[in-house]
């Protein structure tokens, strides 16, 4: 304004210099005049500048201001983005790239996820704030270096949280892959399980039943391989293997060892029940020293005997389980005999002795040990793999009583202790003896300390039976039922041991019976000692824990 009132007053002064008249004025004041004019001229020249320098000087001014603000905004959006980057570098870092469970490694990969897209969103807009800095930096911003680097640097950080998100969501997706093949595994061990507890052995002891039974198992085979590769897996898996997914290998590769077992077992004696040629056996009284060549009274015409042979057979029948060193006096003999003077053919039985009717009786008593020791062993497996593997499942701890965890080993007691004696020993010394069984008495008497573990599994009885009736009606023990399809409740299998146990005293009486003057007699008389002498300590050893507030 000063300015301008100012040109306004020169350009009046000039106006009123011009319009004097000249013809009155003396020459010195001609003079004067175009002095004075001169003087105004040149005065309002210098103003004309300085407007126009101090236009200049804001312009300038007020584009610096102008960009001081846009560059203002592109630091706070620098900022703000920056920060959001290391948020979320922060929680991808606290996310683990591992899993010990399918369901761990799937929540995560779930947060992943929701990192991701914050992540690609956040890239969008970094993207936005460098076009942004960029179209600064091209029009000749002052701050043009700072921009630059800021704008390389949210690039770089954008670039290093994509990078981690994908080579975490990488290993996290190949960890769900080795999860995934190892929860197969043990789906199969499952229903290998389930599978052989519902096998109804009762139908099976005739060779149908028992060949039937084969088919069944070679059909469950094909639909549900138990073949498992760990060396395969830690190959294929190495670069995520850590030290707890090495030890989830190894079980799953000592349970699929195990069922397998169970499968060869089942088929091996499904085997022997379908290869057993069952023989009548005919009790007659003994061969007398000169047999008279009458006509026997068991064969005749109509049991359709060729009586038109000329041969004379002999044959030794060697029974299963039996010596093949015994003396031939003791052997059972069998002679079809032709007579061509009475022309007509007689078949004598001979069994000397009552010893060959007990080695039979006693060949099916080992057998009945053998069959239900293999049986107790499997339910043992089903009962820990349907109920205590279950207590451990994340997707049953939802259906569980809060009170009911972390007590298995209450419920149980000492349970896997008796399934991995009977599995891995005591079944395997018993199978041993179908060849040799004089050896059963020194089986019990080899393993009679490993047997006080039952003590312990009866000691434990009361509290079991306790925890069982405060949840016995729970959707977790129903459901486990359920998937077993059990028809009796869990409290039902608890008592198996306890059976067990009192089943061996009556298998060796049976046993003893039998092999009355007969080699391994005096072992199996002290192995039936040595288990009634367990049973009366289980027995006293529960009175004396009933026994409360005396010393």
């Not at 201001?65 to 900022?79: A, I, P, S, T, V």
């Not at 064969?299 to 057979?313: E, I, Q, R, T, V």
């Not at 009866?458 to 949840?471: A, T």
Request: glycine residues 4%; negative net charge.
């Amino acid at each position: 304004k000063d300015i301008t009132s100012v040109m306004r007053e020169g350009g009046l002064l000039l106006n009123s210099f011009e319009g004097r008249s000249t013809s009155l004025v003396s020459g010195q004041q001609v003079c004067e005049k175009h002095g004075d004019c001169d003087t105004v001229n040149r005065l309002l020249a210098q103003l004309h500048e300085m407007e126009c320098a101090f236009d200049g000087f804001w312009e300038k001014h007020q584009q610096k201001m102008e960009q001081y603000l846009e560059l203002l905004k592109f630091e706070q959006h620098f900022e703000e983005l920056k920060s959001t980057i290391e948020f979320l570098m922060v929680q991808q870092a606290g996310l683990s790239d591992t899993g010990e469970n399918l369901s761990d490694v799937r929540q995560r990969l779930m947060e992943l996820n929701n990192i991701d897209e914050r992540a690609q969103e956040l890239t969008s807009r970094s993207q936005l704030v460098i076009l942004h800095g960029h179209q600064l930096a091209a029009n000749h911003h002052y701050a043009l270096n700072l921009i630059c680097q800021q704008c390389n640097e949210l690039r770089h950080a954008s670039d290093v949280l994509l990078e981690e998100i994908r080579r975490k969501h990488s290993r996290l997706c190949t960890t769900q892959e080795l999860h995934v093949q190892l929860q197969q595994a043990l789906e199969c061990c499952d229903q290998g399980a389930y599978f052989l507890a519902n096998q109804q052995m009762d139908k099976c002891q005739s060779r149908d039943g028992a060949q039937n039974a084969l088919q069944d198992i070679e059909k469950f085979l094909e639909s549900c391989t138990l073949d498992f590769d760990p060396q395969s897996l830690k190959h294929n898996y190495e670069t995520i293997l850590t030290d707890e997914l090495k030890a989830q290998i190894e079980a799953v590769q000592v349970k699929m060892e195990n069922m397998r077992d169970l499968f060869e077992n089942r088929q091996a004696s499904l085997k022997k029940l379908a290869d057993k040629q069952v023989r009548p056996v005919q009790l007659v009284a003994p061969r007398p020293e000169n047999p008279p060549r009458a006509k026997s009274p068991l064969f005749s015409p109509k049991h359709g005997m060729d009586f038109n042979s000329s041969l004379k057979f002999s044959f030794d029948i060697t029974l299963p389980g039996k010596r093949t060193t015994r003396k031939m006096q003791t052997s059972r003999k069998i002679e079809v005999m032709h007579d061509y003077q009475e022309k007509r053919n007689s078949l004598q039985f001979f069994i000397s002795e009552s010893e060959d009717s007990l080695h039979i009786l006693k060949g099916h008593v080992i057998h009945e040990l053998i069959e239900t020791e293999r049986i107790y062993v499997e339910e043992l497996y089903t009962i820990l793999l349907g109920y205590r593997s279950e207590m451990e499942n994340p997707a049953m701890t939802r259906i569980m009583p809060p009170s009911l965890r972390n007590t298995k080993n209450i419920l149980f007691g000492n349970m896997p202790e008796i399934y991995e004696f009977h599995n891995k020993i005591f079944l395997l010394s018993l199978e041993s003896c179908i060849e040799a069984p004089e050896r059963v008495g020194f089986c019990f008497l080899e393993r009679r300390e490993d047997f006080q573990m039952y003590e312990k599994y009866c000691h434990n009885k009361p509290r079991s039976d306790s925890l069982w009736r405060q949840f016995a009606d729970s959707v977790f023990f129903q459901e486990c039922q359920r998937k077993l399809e059990h028809k009796l409740a869990l409290d039902s299998y608890l008592l198996k041991p306890i059976q067990r146990l009192t089943k061996y005293q009556l298998l060796l009486k049976e046993l003893l019976k039998y092999s009355i003057h007969s080699e391994g007699g005096q072992e199996l008389q002290e192995a039936l000692v040595s288990m009634l002498d367990l049973l009366k300590s289980v027995n006293d050893s529960m009175h004396q824990i009933a026994i409360t507030g005396y010393n």
